[in-house]
């Protein structure tokens, strides 16, 4: 949201510097995330007179222009803008100025024709967000004159961060109701009566709403007679500075009241909506048929879903409602009679609109944000008289007002001991009160107590401990001393599951990666990019107002975005990456109201532990080494019987995937990601990954491990090379070895994998070391020799192997 102070201050004393009033609004939660000084860097920029424009002889898309900058000197200037004539004025930029964002303006050749300068557009001069074309002055702009001086073009213009619940602060009077609370002053809402005349709005047009709960209401109002033409300069100013581009004075009326009140606006041209032999107009809003097609103002055909709600007329579709209007009745110059529409509509009805379409706009995103519905006949009264104002016309009698779903005002009791219990300080009632009808609550005072009725702007403010929060924030949260919480005879600790999640971050970093934090929200591609589908019944979980649609759903596996960390950080020369991340991963199912959660560990591998030195390679990174990762972590949360089992998974590579096991259940899986995978992310192999439920680590973590004695008495140690097919894997023969080997077998582990002379095609050599002990005495040769024997018998049997000769 762009703030201009100078316009700022038409609604509230401010009273303090700009910056100082951006470090107030931080700390009562709305952020500032720049300040802008528009016209610090304007000098060498004047009003200019167009005298002659001629296509560029080399380019087609060039112009070539004389234009008069009032010191006696006419001056050629290409220019690549298409939206002027000779005879209009722009701003222009002569050489040696330096424009906003550090562009220093040279003279120079532009396809062989000498450019002594530049004409600007708006965004360029750092006052506005246009740059579609040259900005027009009016013809009474003189010429030679700094535009700044000209212009007024000395402002300062806050970027606030507004969140999603504070939708009442996407207007001016709502900032304007916000700094004058901070500050203590009181702050004003524009309003407007029009003039009326003529006949009655009702008998042109009549309004339907076919479901409340999609349309709580819609108002209109009827101007006869308008001249549409270009925006007087105080109305094209305030419409730059909150960001839009002016456009005409019908339409920048509505973008101004919006930004003014925030409160969406929009006007149709009448004489283009279709009425009945009467000349009476029936404006519908319903959701859209089947093959319904509307073309939007930006030119476009949108083929419209069973869920998208229109605002249509006896012909059909004349606009998405809440996102864009319909090119067939846009207001334009020919433009005399306007219906004006003010309407509230279901925020996630507006936000699935949007998304599927793929279309952003202002009002759209303030309809996402809920618009209140108490709002719509004000900012409509307000609209209609500056209309005929800038435009002329006349103001139809009455407002045409359908408002199925009336809002009734939430009444809270704030307990004046709830407020000092929670807030550690000791605040007056009237000082409560106060701050609560600064910020538009009404407020009856009691003895103990405050009966508030919560302004219909601030449908945020539900429950108690949210006015005591508004009045912290406008108080002061800094002011509050901090002291210790009281707890006699209790002492802090962290919980089972809390101590066990710290030890797996020692064990991750302590095998050298490193902890990182992704968004908890995905791109709805994900698991197709990842060939990690949804398990049968599964579905993912969307997000009614997501910030864009790369970021639609919550994410399914952290997968996706550590590997995106990886491509970051490779693209930018850093090629080996390792890091882990213990996050929440979401699903959903049909008809559960609740989406399922679960926390997991994952981590990925990718490039070597560390680069090559003068005197050995870098050793890239693969399975084993995730493998060991797995292996430290299971050791130091002691969890027995570790096994990895080889599976098949879209997300791996063939070979070199395998699932965790522990305590007969699957705890997660591990591998090599696949090359097809990586590609997508552009990320380069080898990537080693792996993914566990943490919940199931916690479970069967152990306290404590079982304490085992040193041995005694020396083992036996031998080998055993056994001959097996290559589809037989080595946990298979290491658990058949384990079976077999009985009491007598301490440990054994595999020690080397062999293919080649002396084995034959489609066979391997696996080698394991076997170690004989038992804790109450020396074995004897016999006995060893004994159950070796019978161990290479069972175990060549159970796996179909031989021994190796």
């Not at 806050?158 to 619940?165: D, K, S, Y």
């Not at 900032?175 to 042109?204: C, D, F, N, T, Y």
């Not at 864009?324 to 609109?353: H, K, N, Q, W, Y």
């Not at 019987?641 to 995937?657: I, T």
Request: charged content about 25%; glycine content about 10%.
């Amino acid at each position: 949201m762009r703030v201009s102070m100078s316009w700022l201050t038409e609604l509230v004393d401010v009273g303090v510097p700009a910056r100082e009033l951006a470090e107030r609004l931080d700390m009562t939660g709305t952020a500032v995330e720049a300040v802008h000084e528009t016209g610090e860097s304007l000098d060498g920029v004047v009003v200019g007179h167009i005298l002659t424009r001629e296509r560029h002889p080399e380019a087609d898309k060039l112009w070539v222009t004389t234009v008069d900058v009032g010191d006696g000197t006419l001056r050629t200037i290409v220019c690549g803008a298409q939206n002027f004539d000779a005879g209009d004025k722009v701003p222009v930029a002569l050489p040696g100025a330096v424009l906003p964002g550090g562009l220093e303006i040279k003279k120079a050749k532009l396809r062989g024709v000498v450019s002594e300068g530049m004409n600007c557009s708006a965004r360029e001069l750092g006052i506005g967000e246009d740059h579609e074309g040259l900005m027009i002055l009016p013809p009474d702009a003189p010429v030679g004159v700094p535009f700044a001086e000209w212009y007024g073009a000395g402002d300062t213009v806050l970027e606030l961060e507004i969140t999603p619940n504070r939708p009442d602060c996407l207007s001016m009077a709502g900032v304007a109701r916000e700094v004058g609370a901070v500050l203590g002053v009181p702050a004003k809402v524009p309003a407007s009566q029009p003039v009326e005349s003529g006949e009655e709005a009702a008998a042109a047009c009549s309004v339907t709403i076919t479901d409340a709960d999609l349309c709580p209401r819609y108002a209109a109002r009827i101007i006869r007679g308008v001249k549409v033409a270009p925006s007087p300069a105080w109305l094209a100013d305030k419409v730059a500075a909150a960001g839009a581009r002016p456009i005409n004075n019908v339409v920048d009326v509505t973008n101004y009241v919006m930004f003014e009140l925030g409160q969406p606006l929009h006007a149709f041209d009448l004489d283009k909506l279709a009425a009945d032999s009467n000349g009476r107009v029936a404006i519908t809003v319903r959701t859209a048929r089947s093959g319904e097609t509307l073309r939007t103002l930006d030119g476009v055909d949108r083929q419209l879903r069973s869920d998208t709600l229109l605002i249509c007329d006896s012909s059909g579709p004349v606009a998405l409602a809440g996102v864009m209007g319909g090119e067939s009745t846009e207001v334009s110059e020919t433009t005399v009679d306007v219906l004006l529409e003010s309407a509230c509509f279901d925020p996630a009805s507006i936000s699935r609109t949007s998304r599927s379409l793929g279309l952003v706009s202002e009002a759209s995103m303030r309809f996402e944000r809920t618009v209140d519905r108490t709002g719509c006949v004000a900012a409509l009264d307000r609209a209609a008289a500056l209309i005929a104002e800038v435009a002329g016309g006349q103001v139809a009698p009455g407002v045409v007002d359908e408002y199925p779903a009336p809002l009734q005002p939430r009444l809270l009791t704030l307990r004046l001991a709830r407020v000092r219990g929670v807030l550690g300080i000791d605040l007056g009632a009237e000082e409560v009160a106060g701050i609560l009808r600064s910020l538009g609550c009404d407020v009856e005072m009691g003895p103990e107590s405050l009966q508030v009725t919560v302004p219909s702007f601030r449908p945020d403010i539900e429950r108690e401990i949210d006015l005591i929060e508004e009045v912290l924030r406008i108080w002061g949260m800094e002011r509050v001393e901090p002291t210790l919480p009281g707890g006699r005879g209790r002492i802090g600790m962290l919980t089972r599951e809390q101590s066990l999640r710290e030890r797996i971050g020692d064990v991750m970093r302590a095998c050298g990666l490193n902890e990182t934090m992704t968004y908890a929200f995905g791109d709805p591609r994900d698991p197709e990019r990842c060939c990690m589908p949804f398990a049968e019944g599964e579905l993912p979980v969307e997000l009614l107002n997501p910030m864009s649609t790369e970021q639609a759903v919550l994410r399914r596996s952290l997968l996706p975005g550590l590997l995106a960390s990886v491509s970051y950080n490779q693209r930018r020369g850093v090629s080996d990456v390792h890091l882990y991340e213990m996050g929440s991963v979401f699903w959903t199912s049909e008809g559960r109201k609740q989406p399922k959660e679960r926390t997991m560990l994952a981590g990925v591998l990718a490039g070597a532990w560390h680069p090559p030195a003068w005197n050995a390679p870098a050793v890239p990174l693969d399975f084993f080494d995730g493998k060991g990762v797995i292996e430290n972590l299971f050791r130091e949360l002691a969890i027995p019987k570790l096994r990895v089992r080889a599976c098949d998974a879209g997300h791996l590579q063939p070979g070199r995937a395998a699932e965790v096991l522990a305590g007969g259940e699957v705890l997660g899986w591990l591998g090599e990601v696949h090359p097809a995978v990586l590609e997508r992310f552009e990320a380069h192999a080898p990537v080693v990954a792996f993914e566990l439920d943490v919940r199931a680590l916690v479970r069967l973590a152990a306290d404590a491990r079982p304490f085992v004695e040193p041995p005694r008495h020396p083992a036996v140690e031998l080998d055993l090379a056994i001959v097996v097919d290559e589809s037989v894997t080595a946990e298979e023969v290491e658990r058949a070895i384990r079976s077999a080997g009985g009491k007598l077998l301490a440990e054994t582990h595999l020690f080397d994998v062999y293919r080649g002379n002396g084995v034959e095609m489609g066979k391997k050599s696996l080698a394991f070391a076997l170690e004989y002990r038992v804790p109450d005495r020396t074995l004897t040769a016999q006995e060893v020799e004994s159950a070796h024997e019978r161990l290479v018998r069972k175990v060549t049997t159970s796996v179909g192997g031989t021994l190796r000769s």
